[in-house]
Every structure is written in C-alpha cells, then in structure tokens.
C-alpha cells in the first residue's frame, strides 16, 4: 500500500520560494501519476501541478505556471514542486496524489482519479 509524505513547506515572504518533496513509502513512483494539490479552508481542493499527467509529461494550472516547477529524483522516488516568487494567494495547505497508471497513454482527468494522498504540508506566504 502506497504511503506519500510531504515535506518542505514553511511560512515564507512574499517573493521566496519553497520547495516541497513528496515520497513514496519505499516504492518508486515511476508507474503512478503524481499530482500536487493544495487546498483553503471553505474552498475546494485545486489541482497545481502533476508529472506523468498529460501527454507533455507535466502540466500545471494557470495561476502557477512560469513560477512552479514539478520534478523527480533520478530514481523517481521522490516528486518535487519547487515555487519560486511565491504570492499570499499560495497560501494553502498543499497534498501530494498519486494513481498508477494501467496503461501507456492513461492520464488521470480529476482528483477524483488519484487514490492514494499525503496527510499535506502547510505553505504560509506573508510578510
């Protein structure tokens, strides 16, 4: 049973960076999707990030794109979110996800489609 844990979160400026690590109980996560998620009390759950999630191998929403980043280790144990220039409206808790992947081509279309989650790391931006 695949466990994920988050780490690297923290309480930053505006301007900073955070970079937050999810890893695999022991199991290399290189045949699961793996998505990055965060989430505001009273407000859904967003998707951020994902790696092995679309046909260009990563994807990313809107309102991050050109200041996150999402890799993995060489042994594809550990996935990585790094944020750079960091703004208040990042502030959430974030959660790692991952679903194996059945098949070559399979991507998973929600949050609904990750079965396994991380317990999140708090990520606070303010000044």
């Known amino acids: 049973h695949l466990r994920l844990v988050e780490s690297g979160g923290g309480l930053v400026q505006p301007g900073g960076s955070l970079k937050l690590s999810c890893i695999g109980s022991?199991?290399?996560?290189?045949?699961?999707?793996v998505g990055w998620f965060r989430r505001v009390p009273g407000k859904e759950r967003e998707g951020v990030s994902c790696i092995r999630c679309s046909d260009q191998y990563t994807n990313y929403t809107d309102s991050v794109k050109g200041r996150f980043t999402v890799s993995e280790d060489d042994g594809k144990m550990t996935v990585y979110l790094q944020m750079n220039h960091l703004k208040p409206e990042d502030t959430a808790r974030y959660y790692c996800a991952a679903t194996r992947i059945p098949s070559s081509g399979w991507y998973p279309r929600s949050r609904e489609e990750y079965d396994y989650w991380g317990r999140g790391t708090q990520v606070t931006v303010s000044s």
């Open positions: 022991g199991y290399s996560l290189e045949n699961y999707a």
